[in-house]
């Protein structure tokens, strides 16, 4: 694998499909889906990945049945809890992304905890996206950029750059996605990170999450290492900066 992504991202999809193949509840799914969790970091800790994001729950899947959603955040509590010591064993930093005012204190709690503890780790840095959704994070950006212009403590003459714009996202700090991996055949955003995944690579695999594990992710980097990211130039541009 000669180009590896500084930052990839997964959309975990098919957790259900791959439940009613077996004639479990969804739930199983989600729940056979935290072992790919743990397959994809640490193949990213192993491959020198500086960063994995993982959307987990989007705002839109609030709307989901109430034993689903509920269920999910029993899940994510647990598999805080449960994936301690992976994330110790392979120096991994911790982060949560999304509406935090939706989630359940308890929740938060945790949260809170395994960032504090992971938050001197040096190797790979797993974001989860949670209660997230692109339009979200680009009006909740707006909002915050407003309250600042108005309290004049932004230079009002200046215009409102893309470079200042993302200071304001929740993501600040953290590299655009290289590469956009979702599973289960479907093919579309979903209301993920629609402003940072502006020149993001995308592959898409039939495999269902909960079976997605350490091959698939490297054959994900190898498709990836043979694309070329032209960023609007011409091949032959591209070529010469090479
Ligand atoms: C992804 O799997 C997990 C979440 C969205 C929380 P799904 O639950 O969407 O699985 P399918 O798409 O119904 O198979
Ligand atoms: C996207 O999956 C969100 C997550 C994987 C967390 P969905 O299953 O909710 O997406 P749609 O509804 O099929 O687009
Ligand atoms: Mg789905």
């Given at each position: 694998?000669s180009?590896?992504?500084?930052?990839?991202?997964?959309?975990?999809?098919g957790?259900?499909?791959?439940?009613?193949?077996?004639?479990?509840?969804?739930?199983?799914?989600?729940?056979?889906g935290?072992?790919?969790?743990?397959?994809?970091?640490?193949?990213a800790?192993?491959?020198?990945?500086?960063?994995?994001?993982?959307?987990?729950?989007s705002?839109?899947n609030?709307?989901?049945?109430?034993?689903?959603?509920?269920g999910?955040?029993?899940?994510?509590?647990?598999?805080?809890?449960?994936?301690?010591?992976?994330l110790?064993?392979?120096?991994?930093?911790?982060?949560?992304?999304?509406?935090?005012?939706?989630?359940?204190?308890?929740?938060?709690?945790?949260?809170?905890?395994?960032?504090?503890?992971?938050?001197?780790?040096?190797?790979?840095t797993?974001?989860?996206?949670?209660?997230?959704?692109g339009?979200?994070?680009?009006?909740?950006?707006?909002?915050?950029?407003?309250?600042?212009?108005?309290?004049?403590?932004?230079?009002?003459?200046e215009?409102?750059?893309?470079?200042?714009?993302?200071?304001?996202?929740?993501?600040?700090?953290?590299?655009?996605?290289?590469?956009?991996?979702r599973?289960?055949?479907?093919q579309?955003?979903s209301?993920?990170?629609?402003w940072?995944?502006?020149?993001?690579?995308?592959?898409?695999?039939d495999?269902?999450?909960?079976?997605?594990?350490?091959?698939d992710?490297?054959?994900?980097?190898?498709?990836?290492?043979?694309r070329?990211?032209?960023?609007?130039?011409?091949?032959d541009?591209?070529?010469?900066?090479?």
């Amino acid at each position: 694998m000669s180009k590896i992504p500084k930052h990839v991202s997964i959309i975990m999809d098919g957790n259900g499909r791959w439940a009613k193949q077996r004639g479990f509840e969804r739930l199983e799914g989600h729940k056979a889906g935290v072992e790919s969790v743990k397959a994809a970091a640490e193949f990213a800790a192993e491959n020198k990945i500086d960063f994995l994001s993982l959307f987990a729950f989007s705002e839109e899947n609030w709307t989901r049945p109430q034993d689903e959603v509920s269920g999910l955040m029993e899940l994510m509590i647990d598999a805080i809890i449960g994936e301690r010591k992976t994330l110790l064993d392979n120096n991994i930093k911790f982060l949560v992304i999304g509406d935090e005012t939706r989630l359940s204190e308890t929740l938060i709690s945790k949260i809170l905890e395994l960032k504090k503890i992971t938050s001197s780790n040096t190797g790979l840095t797993l974001i989860v996206f949670l209660s997230y959704s692109g339009k979200w994070d680009i009006l909740q950006a707006v909002t915050k950029y407003l309250e600042k212009a108005r309290s004049s403590e932004l230079n009002n003459n200046e215009p409102l750059s893309a470079e200042l714009f993302e200071t304001f996202l929740s993501t600040r700090g953290i590299p655009d996605p290289d590469l956009l991996i979702r599973s289960s055949g479907e093919q579309r955003l979903s209301n993920y990170m629609l402003w940072q995944c502006a020149y993001t690579e995308f592959y898409f695999t039939d495999v269902l999450w909960p079976d997605f594990r350490k091959n698939d992710f490297k054959r994900a980097l190898d498709i990836y290492s043979e694309r070329e990211r032209r960023y609007g130039k011409t091949g032959d541009q591209i070529n010469k900066i090479k």
